[in-house]
């Protein structure tokens, strides 16, 4: 069995349920499985070798979900271009791994004009998806360099792929990652850690078929895990109609939906939209942030507002999304509220120390992890792939504990450890005393070399609008909760903190800014 057995399944299963909500128009699952497997016959007659790439820049949309159900389906290996990047890093992925066929939506095919791959354009047209529904099956066009998304699946529609012969450890998708900070590289995630984390999303978040999922986050990143659980249950995908906290608010207001995966800076807009309530989410169950942490009090916050429907997962994309789970009621109980769950089926998550051994309950060192969701290795380097992958086991580069009760808490990234004077400062810990301040938004805490101390604890911070508070003041409340060691030397404010294009504070972005501020003092 592949992951798109599922949707194949589900298809058979419920043909006249809708698959895909979108502004344009709604898709059955007949229709999308007739025109997925139209489309990857297509893919497999442009490049017949199996495993070949075939990369996809586009926004969220019916065509982007079809492309990449179609590119599951030929055999080939997903290479996920996101479109809010640059030009630069687009050029860089797809020299890195020469797709033989890229899909572009029209919007940003200035993105990868570089890519000598057969080309695939669209554009969201209501009226392509008819076209391409009722046309009837002809031979393919004459294989060139540039070709139309719905007028391959016309040409090819009643077709069906090759069957696919590949073992579990082959490569599903290849996708690139860098955190925070470094140079990205390109994970190699197989078949076998796809079909983890479908059981597990269907397992953790009991998706079934009344499910509508909102789509707000890329597809290129958090989403894409979600597209097939939710398929597999015979659930619902609900294109925005627009972009933003308001159009996420319609889609649960309007158009029904139950589930979303987003960032914690979405999550907050949504709060703070105007006249925002909690009856604007009348059929909200589950509310999945991930991304970045959510400081407790955020979590108080956000449980106050729409209820007991938050949950989190942790995970990277060496071993995709879901190593660990926290689900709604794991929040229920507050001294679990700053853990990020226990270890989903199919892993072994662990803490081990820099001499191998693993640790105790309680005891701080690096999280590591093995089991069926890892990573075969990084995209043609091998020696990065040794660095990470030792024994079986997968260095995450974060640093945290597991409590008695198997629940995992993270600290930190081993490199933003700030040692200062001898004693180790983790910045969330800063972080999370700074973000209770009634006047902060968020905060990114980081080290800077100092002559006395070894490395000095640094803040970079964002405040509420129209709120104001003083370095002075700001540096007296950590130390009141935290003390001395833990509080900042210096304090910088900035309008807004670097972010990634999917929302993630960049964190080498925002030392380097903070220090070329001088409006701070000393303290």
């Known amino acids: 069995m592949y992951p798109i057995d599922f949707f194949w399944r589900a298809a058979r299963r419920w043909p006249q349920r809708i698959a895909i909500d979108a502004p344009a128009g709604s898709v059955t699952y007949a229709v999308l499985a007739k025109q997925v497997a139209a489309l990857a016959a297509a893919l497999q007659t442009l490049d017949p070798a199996p495993q070949s790439r075939v990369a996809i820049c586009a926004g969220n949309g019916v065509e982007h979900i079809t492309a990449l159900l179609a590119v599951l389906a030929s055999g080939k290996i997903w290479v996920p271009l996101n479109p809010r990047s640059t030009q630069p890093e687009i050029k860089r992925i797809v020299d ?49 360099a540039q070709f139309r998304l719905y007028d391959l699946i016309a040409a090819r529609m009643g077709a069906a792929p090759a069957p696919l012969d590949l073992p579990p450890d082959a490569t599903q998708a290849i996708k690139f990652t860098g955190g925070t900070t470094g140079m990205p590289k390109g994970v190699m995630q197989t078949y076998r850690a796809w079909m983890t984390t479908i059981i597990n999303q269907i397992q953790a978040w009991e998706f079934d078929e009344n499910d509508r999922y909102v789509v707000a986050a ?3 990143h958090g989403t894409g895990t979600y597209l097939l659980p939710i398929l597999a249950q015979g659930g619902c995908h609900l294109i925005l109609d627009g972009s933003g906290a308001a159009a996420v608010r319609t889609a649960f207001r309007e158009r029904g939906g139950t589930v979303c995966f987003a960032p914690p800076t979405l999550i907050y ?6 006249q925002a309530t909690p009856a604007d989410f009348p059929k909200l169950r ?26 989190t997962t942790y995970g990277q994309t060496e071993a995709p999304q879901i190593l660990t789970v926290m689900r709604p009621e794991d929040f229920d109980i507050p001294e679990q509220r700053a853990s990020v769950g226990r270890t989903t089926w199919l892993s072994d998550v662990a803490i081990m120390a820099p001499d191998g051994t693993l640790l105790a309950p309680g005891e701080v060192g690096e999280v590591v992890a093995r089991g069926d969701l ?3 290795g990084y995209w043609r380097l091998p020696d990065k792939t040794a660095e990470t992958m030792i024994d079986g086991w997968l260095h995450t580069g974060d640093r945290g504990y597991i409590d008695a009760a198997g629940f995992l808490y993270l600290k930190d990234r081993l490199r933003d450890l700030v040692i200062t004077g001898g004693f180790n400062v983790y910045p969330v810990d800063v972080e999370n005393a700074i973000q209770q301040h009634p006047a902060v938004h968020e905060s990114s805490v980081f080290g800077v070399s100092d002559d ?5 604890v640094h803040a970079a911070v964002q405040l509420r609008a129209n709120a104001t508070v003083t370095e002075a003041e700001l540096a007296s409340f950590v130390r009141d909760l935290l003390g001395p060691v833990h509080t900042p030397k210096r304090i910088h404010f900035l309008a807004d903190l670097p972010r990634s294009s999917v929302g993630k504070v960049l964190k080498t972005a ?14």
Not at 269 to 274: E, K, Q, S, V
Not at 452 to 456: I, R
């Open 269 to 274: 807009m949504m709060m703070a939209l105007p």
């Open 510 to 523: 925002v030392r380097e800014l903070a220090l070329k501020n001088t409006s701070t003092t000393q303290l």
């Open 452 to 456: 006395k101390w070894g490395e000095a």
């Open 374 to 376: 890892l990573m075969t």
């Open 218 to 220: 890329p597809i290129t």
């Open 286 to 311: 589950r509310l999945i942030y991930g991304g970045a942490p959510m400081p407790l009090h955020k979590i108080d916050e956000v449980r106050n507002f729409f209820g007991p429907v938050l949950g």
């Open 96 to 144: 890195a791994t020469e797709p033989s066929i890229l899909v572009v939506e029209d919007h940003y095919s200035h993105m990868a004009e570089f890519a000598p791959a057969h080309r695939i354009g669209f554009s969201n047209h209501a009226d392509q998806m008819d076209h391409a529904d009722h046309a009837s099956a002809s031979e393919p066009p004459q294989i060139a």
